[in-house]
């Protein structure tokens, strides 16, 4: 069964500068509109199987989270999400075992991967996953609650082992050009060895800082500065 086809994401890893308080990030409503497709074509497909929805209080917890019309979440709603996805996924993948057993000589198309050379939910987890990564103010040490997200990101690279990832660091306007340009390098690089502590090859990550000089948004306000304020995660072709 072909799997479901997601326009592919830009993998940016917004490492956002946010205050001790401040814990969830904005999506936007094509990001949610992708992911919601997903999962309904997953269930869709699951129900034509005749399988019985064992994940009922899951899928109303999730349900709920992408109808909220605020879009916020915070990195245990994500992680929420994407748990409910796997299990979705585990449970088309045993049925789709337990049909090619019945019927061994029915070949399945190939499942559709993107140009990088990963499956596109895969995309869509990183770029998801990417903007709950936050660090306390002003320096390069991440937050508590930064580690579970960089974790199902590094499942991520090591299912790919043959793959090259540049991570690149960003800031917004505050603070001098220098001091900026030091800190956007500390933050990639702080991503970079979490990645190779957790055994990723240091040959396959590179990192570099842009500081100032590449803002995705206006600096002239919190929330252009929140969303300049990032780690970016690029395959490298």
């Not at 919601?36 to 989270?65: C, Q, W």
């Not at 796997?86 to 789709?96: A, H, I, W, Y």
């Not at 090259?164 to 990639?188: C, M, P, W």
């Amino acid at each position: 069964m072909k799997k479901f086809l997601i326009v592919v994401f830009a993998l940016q890893f917004s490492a956002l500068c946010f205050s001790q308080s401040a814990t969830t990030q904005h999506y936007t409503d094509e990001e949610v509109g992708k992911l919601t497709t997903y999962i309904t074509e997953l269930e869709k497909r699951i129900a034509a199987s005749g399988s019985v929805d064992a994940h009922a209080s899951d899928k109303k917890h999730v349900d709920f989270l992408l109808k909220n019309q605020s879009h916020n979440y915070s990195n245990a709603d994500i992680i929420k999400i994407f748990k409910y996805i796997k299990d979705l996924e585990k449970k088309e993948s045993e049925n789709d075992l337990a049909a090619s057993t019945a019927a061994a000589s029915i070949k399945k198309d190939p499942v559709a991967v993107t140009e990088s050379g990963i499956l596109p939910v895969e995309e869509l987890e990183i770029n998801f996953y990417q903007k709950v990564i936050f660090f306390n103010r002003r320096t390069d040490t991440l937050k508590e609650e930064s580690y579970k997200p960089l974790d199902e990101v590094v499942y991520i690279l090591i299912k790919y082992p043959d793959l090259h990832f540049e991570i690149e660091g960003h800031t917004d306007s505050v603070d001098t050009e220098a001091y900026n340009q030091d800190l956007s390098e500390k933050r990639a690089l702080r991503v970079k060895n979490y990645f190779i502590s957790k055994g990723i090859p240091s040959d396959r990550i590179t990192s570099i800082g842009y500081g100032e000089s590449r803002p995705i948004d206006t600096n002239e306000t919190l929330e252009g500065k929140a969303r300049n304020r990032r780690v970016e995660i690029k395959i490298e072709k």
